[in-house]
C-alpha cells in the first residue's frame, strides 16, 4: 500500500448558482425525514424550499 | 440547584447536579438535533436557551452526543468520570474531546462522504470533499458544512438557522 498518499475528496459539492445542489461522487445520502439512505452516485438537491420531491430538486426554483 | 449560566471563552456553560454542557454559539451549523429532539432542554427561543432541569442528565447526554460539531459538548462535574466515557460515546470522544481520544483509533484511510438531509433544516455534509459556489473551489478536509435547503438564509449557500424563523418544512 502506498503511503503518505493525499486524500482524493470522493465527493464534490456543486452549488449551482440560481440552482439546486450538486453532489457527486461516493457518498451516502441520509434522509433523516423519511429515514432512507442511498448512495446515487449523483443528486440535486432543492435548494430553494419550494420542491415537492424534497430533498430532491423538481426545478420549482425557476416557477 | 440554582441554575448556573456561566460565560467561558466563546461561550457559555450550563451545569446541573452532574453535568456541565458547554455551548459555543459560532461552531454551531443549525443542524438543529439540539431543539428538535429535547425542546424542554434546549429553547432557542428561551433564554437562557439551555435548561438542566428539563430532563434528565442521560438525556441531556443522549442529545449533546448528536450534536455533528463542538457548539455542545459535555463533561462530568466529578472530573475524575471523565477518564472513563463510555465507548459507545464515541462520537463525542472523537470530534469532540481531542483529549480523551484513543490515537489509534483512527478509522480507515479515506473517511466516508455523508450527506445528512436535516428534519425541516440544512443538508449537513461531512468528511473530505469539493466544494464549488459563488465561482470558488475549496477542498474540505475531514470537516462538515452546514448548507441552506430553505431559501431564506442570509448566507447562502450556507445555512445561518433561519429555516427555524422562517418556519421551513420539508
Request: with cysteine; glycine share 6%.
Amino acid at each position: 500500500m502506498e503511503e503518505n498518499k493525499e486524500i482524493t475528496p470522493q465527493a464534490t459539492v456543486e452549488v449551482i448558482e440560481f440552482g439546486p445542489l450538486r453532489i457527486s461522487g461516493n457518498f451516502t445520502l441520509k434522509d433523516l425525514r423519511r429515514d432512507s439512505e442511498v448512495s446515487p452516485g449523483e443528486v440535486w438537491l432543492c435548494r430553494c424550499g419550494k420542491s415537492q420531491t424534497k430533498p430532491y430538486c423538481d426545478e420549482s426554483h425557476k416557477k | 440547584m440554582e441554575k448556573e449560566n456561566k460565560k467561558f471563552t466563546g461561550g457559555r456553560r450550563y451545569s446541573n447536579d452532574e453535568i456541565t454542557v458547554f455551548w459555543k454559539p459560532t461552531a454551531c451549523v443549525h443542524a438543529s438535533y439540539c431543539y428538535r429532539e429535547l425542546l424542554e432542554v434546549f429553547d432557542p427561543g428561551r433564554r437562557p436557551w439551555i435548561d438542566m432541569n428539563g430532563s434528565t442528565t442521560d438525556k441531556i447526554i443522549e442529545i449533546v452526543n448528536m450534536c455533528p460539531t463542538e457548539a455542545l459538548t459535555w463533561k462530568w462535574n466529578e472530573d475524575a468520570k471523565n477518564d472513563s466515557v463510555d465507548k459507545d460515546q464515541t462520537n463525542h470522544v472523537k470530534f469532540r474531546r481531542p483529549e480523551l481520544s484513543n490515537t489509534q483509533a483512527l478509522p480507515e484511510p479515506v473517511p466516508p462522504v455523508t450527506a445528512k438531509v436535516m428534519i425541516d433544516g440544512p443538508i449537513v455534509i461531512k468528511g473530505s470533499f469539493t466544494l464549488c459556489y459563488d465561482g470558488i473551489t475549496k477542498e474540505v478536509k475531514e470537516s462538515l458544512v452546514s448548507l441552506c435547503r430553505c431559501g431564506a438564509s442570509d448566507h447562502p449557500p450556507f445555512c445561518d438557522g433561519r429555516h427555524r424563523k422562517v418556519g421551513f418544512i420539508d
